[in-house]
């Protein structure tokens, strides 16, 4: 017999070995057998994102399903597209931004709508599962003590404000909608802007705290919100764009799968997303670790 009849007779029986030990009932994603398909679980190169997705990947394994974790793989740009051809199964996604991709004229800006819009614009093969209170996204913080002198918790607050305000923020933030000119045209408040090239970061709180600014934009995630006892003011009218944590599923991800999902979304605040984002950056511990005290402690482990 010659090596190539041989190599195709190995590669029949193997054949037949899978197939037995398989079967159509091998699917743990259709049948709730455990043992054998996997899901893939991917998440974004970015510290927070990474720490969500891990949180989903112990929540499935605590259910003896098996997952496979594809992380830090970069931006949309290199994972969307895995994502649509089903390499991916599972990954963790921000409202707001994932829709404009996907529907770029869009008008929707409040987080109901936004996901409402998501989910008619998603394509076929995948789905959008329920969206977290858990938010990551620009928003225009205040100082604790700000807050309380003048009684604000949303954005339409800032006009009881009597004394002049200064917004700082990057450049480039002064001619975007979400700079002076939208404050005045979507909520009638006046504000001087000064420039702080940090993106938000150490000069901006700084800034902050010494009250040469009284109002800046930092994303809702941001350690720094807790760290520095921030205050976040409530968007009520959609300045800046809903970007709810949403985790996007392949259509081959189970129902029960998809149960535990939503149920580790329901439990994640925008205060915890904070305080695991803070675990990151300030104890420098893995992604694993954070996930799992944080699914413990939310009772899903």
Known sequence: ??????????????????????????????????????????????????????????????????????????????????????????????????????????????????????????PDGLRVLDQSPATDQDSYVVTRAFAEKWGLETIDDLAKVTDPLVFGANSEAESRPNGPKGLKDTYGVDVSFTPIEDGGGPLTVKALKDDDIQLAIIYTGDPSIKKNDLVTLEDTKGLFLASNVVPVASDDVSDEAAGIINKVSAAMSPEDLVDLDARSVDEQLPAATIAKDWLEQEGLL
Do not use: H
């Open 1 to 122: 017999m010659t090596r190539t009849r041989i190599g195709l007779l190995l590669i029949a029986v193997a054949s037949l070995s899978l197939t037995a030990c398989g079967g159509d009932d091998s699917d743990p994603l259709s049948s709730g057998d455990k043992g054998g398909d996997t899901i893939v679980i991917g998440s974004q190169d970015y510290y927070s994102n990474e720490i969500i997705a891990e949180a989903y990947a112990q929540a499935l394994e605590a259910a003896d399903i098996k997952v496979d974790r594809q992380f830090k793989i970069g931006q949309r740009e290199a994972y969307l597209p895995e994502l649509e051809n089903g390499s991916i199964d599972l990954f963790p996604e921000y409202t707001g931004p994932l829709l404009q991709v996907w529907q770029p004229d869009t008008e929707a800006r409040l987080s109901e709508d936004v996901y409402d819009a998501l989910v008619e614009a998603t």
